[in-house]
Nanobody, 124 residues
Framework: QVRLVESGGGSVQAGGSLRLSCTGP??????VAWFRQAPGKEREGVAR????????SYAASVEGRFTISRDNVNGALYLDMTNLLPEDTGTYYC???????????????????WGQGTQVTVSS
């Protein structure tokens, strides 16, 4: 069983920054990503990292503001978020390719391992 645990969420004002972390055996998979879900909206991909030609991919809405990085040695995935906007508010989920739970495809990978989520609230 792959267990992913997110941390680092919180409440900030617009223009602020947060760093999300995800721990777990992410080295076992080639694709790892961050998704988010705002109240009443579908879960959407935010940023994805994979080795080789796939590299990093970002949703247009966060390009230039968010940076995804991974540490395979320590089993960690990060999302550095800067210049946060109220529309960035939502529950952020760490995801890894493989698995069979709530499978979703985005940016060339299919994710079936999920964390429980961490809340990010950005006030104007």
């Amino acid at each position: 069983q792959v267990r992913l645990v997110e941390s680092g969420g919180g409440s900030v004002q617009a223009g602020g920054s947060l760093r999300l972390s995800c721990t777990g055996p992410i080295y076992i998979t080639t694709c790892v990503a961050w998704f988010r879900q705002a109240p009443g909206k579908e879960r959407e991909g935010v940023a994805r990292v994979a080795p080789g030609a796939l590299g990093k991919s970002y949703a247009a809405s966060v390009e230039g503001r968010f940076t995804i990085s991974r540490d395979n040695v320590n089993g960690a995935l990060y999302l550095d978020m800067t210049n946060l906007l109220p529309e960035d508010t939502g529950t952020y989920y760490c995801a890894a390719a493989g698995g069979t739970k709530d499978r979703r495809s985005w940016a060339g990978c299919t994710f079936g391992y999920w964390g429980q989520g961490t809340q990010v609230t950005v006030s104007s």
